[in-house]
Structure formats: C-alpha cells, structure tokens
C-alpha cells in the first residue's frame, strides 16, 4: 500500500477563486495566523502580529533577504505584436535566461523592442524550452530593467502589477535583487514587529536564496520523485551560520521564514544539523519522508495544490495534519497564496 502524502494527486484541493487573495492587506502583520501544533496535533486562530508573543529569548528567526527584481519585461516584436520575456538568471555580460512569451515566435534571432534604447535579442533555446537572451540598452542594464520592468506578481493574481505592489511585493528586509517571486511568509513581517521580537532576546540570521520561476511550476507527474527542481543560488554567511548553530548549541529553535528559508538551511546543514557557511546552487525537493536537520518552525503562507510548497509543508507537519490545516482554513475564510494569509508551524 502507497502511503498517503507521497503521490501528486495526494495534494489536490479544491479551492474558491474568491479564496485567493488579489491584494494586500492595508496592514501587513494585520493578516490572520494559523497555529499548527505538531506535539498536540491541535489549530489555532491568531492574528500575525501576536507571532512576537510566542518566541523564547533562545531562539533565532531566519529570514531570506532576497529582493524581487523587476523582471517582467513587455515589449513588442517587429509585427508590433506584443511580447514577454521573464528574466530568470542573469549570466553575465548583459545576457540571461528568460521565459518567453509567445514561445513559438520568440525563436533564436528574434528581437522584442522593450522601450527606447532598450530591446532584447533571443540568442537561443535551452533544453527546458526557456530562452538565452541578450539585453542591450542605452542605459546601465540594472536602471533599465528598474524603470522599465514589471514586478513579476504571479499568475493567479489576476490583474496588471500596480505602483504599490513595488513595495508590498518585497519583504521590508529585503536586500539583494535577484528573485522572480517574493519569499511570501516573509511579507507579513513589519519593522515594529520584527523590533518587538528582538525585544524579548530573539536573534535574527540573514540567508539569501533567489527564487526562480521553478517555484511556479506545478508537479505534473504521478511520483513526485520524477520531478525536476530547477537549481537556485543561495548563499549563508559566516556570521549567520555562528548565530543559529550557537543558539541551537544554546537550547534555542531555529523558526525559518518560508520555504526558501528552510530549502536553504536544509541544503547548508550537516548530518547533525550544523550549518555551513558557503555560496552554492540547490536542487532539494522536500517531501514526505523527509528528515529535517536544521528547522525547528516553520513560517509559511497557504501554498497550490500539488506544488512543490505543499510537499515540504507535509514534510514538515505531516500529511495528515496538513491537509486537515488546509480544509480548515478555507473552511474558515483564510486568504491563500502570495498576498494571503499565515500559518506557523510549531
């Protein structure tokens, strides 16, 4: 007999297009927080800004300091018909890997004329059918993408990116530009609350992990063992890495923020949970059986059906408790996906 939670179809779940969240809260910390319990396999109702109250002094929150670029660029080709090229990867020298659209047009060659001085040349076809394209403007490669780019909201949000989704679509510890999707557990954070968390001891570690656009790819086959992560580059530095192994030494948890934060300290720690500090890329799927070494909380928002997200969050918490946290909260009108609503894991 297959065990639950390890085939794709175990995370179907119907989900309310009126559940999925199209806009920000005029609050950040103001969305709501479900609190999974593993010891006791018990939920709970709170709102986000009550997380400060159930820190210890001991512990450590690890954030993912990425920030989201502007990477959605829309253009036209030479018919005047539109065209869209989503940077992925940037690969020196003015060149980077990109989705396109509309994919069968978009052959080696071709040219998508973005805005004034500013145009994109396909050079060619990658083996996973996304593109290599040369960027050339009059302006520094970095200032046209920031003027002329899109923030790339995702696909179930429906409707154009807006002038305040340039700040709501980042976390308020964001840094380094380099994703295509905001690490989403991470927006409810505000710098009062972050500031009442270190009130009480609690220390906060910076890792960095660029989000590609693999995060939006669905598992579409039966085992999820046959699908193909597509690499992201994550870097951990000496000072973080001293910060959370001497908390965890000290009796303290590590509580990551969101997936990327934990795909990050999976891949960095030893067999005993050690974190290594390095530069590196990393494919790791987390899924059900899955033995976590460095996470002890887990930060998150409500993730798509029979995505890679779900998997990990049934690692985590187990299957069972995880899908009944799901029918819950829509159950019980929670927000779901990137603007959505919360859920700790403890």
């Given at each position: 007999m297959i065990p639950?939670?390890?085939?794709?179809?175990?995370?179907?779940?119907?989900?309310p297009a009126e559940r999925i969240a199209q806009h920000p809260l005029a609050r950040r910390d103001a969305s709501r927080l479900m609190v999974v319990d593993r010891a006791t396999e018990t939920i709970t109702h709170r709102?986000?800004?009550?997380?400060?109250?159930?820190?210890?002094?001991?512990d450590v929150l690890v954030?993912?300091?990425?920030?989201?670029?502007?990477?959605?660029?829309?253009?036209?080709?030479?018919?005047?018909?539109?065209?869209?090229?989503?940077?992925?990867?940037?690969?020196?020298?003015?060149?980077?890997?990109?989705?396109?659209?509309?994919?069968?047009?978009l052959k080696p060659g071709r040219r998508v004329d973005i805005a004034p001085g500013f145009a994109a040349e396909i050079l060619e076809v990658t083996?996973?059918?996304?593109?290599?394209?040369?960027?050339?403007?009059?302006?520094?490669?970095?200032?046209?993408?920031?003027?002329?780019?899109?923030?790339?909201?995702p696909p179930y949000i429906d409707r154009a990116d807006r002038p305040e989704d340039a700040e709501r679509y980042q976390t308020v510890f964001a840094r380094e530009a380099g994703s295509v999707a905001a690490p989403t557990a991470g927006l409810h954070f505000t710098p009062d609350l972050l500031d009442r968390i270190a009130a009480r001891g609690v220390a906060r570690a910076e890792v960095l992990l660029h989000v590609g656009a693999g995060t939006f790819k669905p598992v579409e086959v039966d085992d999820p063992a046959r699908h193909v992560m597509h690499e992201e580059w994550y870097s951990i530095g000496d000072e973080t890495a001293r910060t959370i192994n001497q908390r965890r030494a000290d009796g303290g948890r590590v509580w990551a923020v969101g997936t990327t934060s934990v795909r990050t300290?999976?891949?960095?720690a030893d067999g005993a949970g050690i974190i290594r500090a390095g530069d590196s890329e990393t494919r790791i799927f987390i899924r059900p059986p899955y033995r976590f070494r460095a996470v002890d909380h887990l930060v998150t928002n409500f993730h798509l059906p029979r995505s890679t997200l779900i998997m990990l969050v049934a690692a985590f918490a187990g299957y069972e408790l995880t899908m009944r946290a799901y029918r819950l909260a829509i159950e019980s009108g929670y927000r779901f996906y990137s603007y959505g609503d919360a859920m700790l894991i403890l």
């Open positions: 639950d939670g390890t085939r794709t179809a175990d995370y179907d779940f119907e989900l709102t986000f800004a009550d997380i400060a109250e159930l820190f210890d002094p001991r954030v993912n300091r990425t920030r989201v670029l502007r990477a959605r660029l829309l253009g036209a080709r030479a018919s005047g018909a539109p065209a869209e090229i989503l940077l992925l990867k940037p690969l020196g020298g003015g060149r980077y890997e990109a989705m396109v659209s509309p994919g069968g047009k083996e996973r059918r996304t593109r290599i394209v040369q960027l050339e403007s009059e302006l520094a490669l970095d200032e046209a993408i920031d003027r002329f780019g899109h923030i790339p909201l300290l999976e891949s960095a």
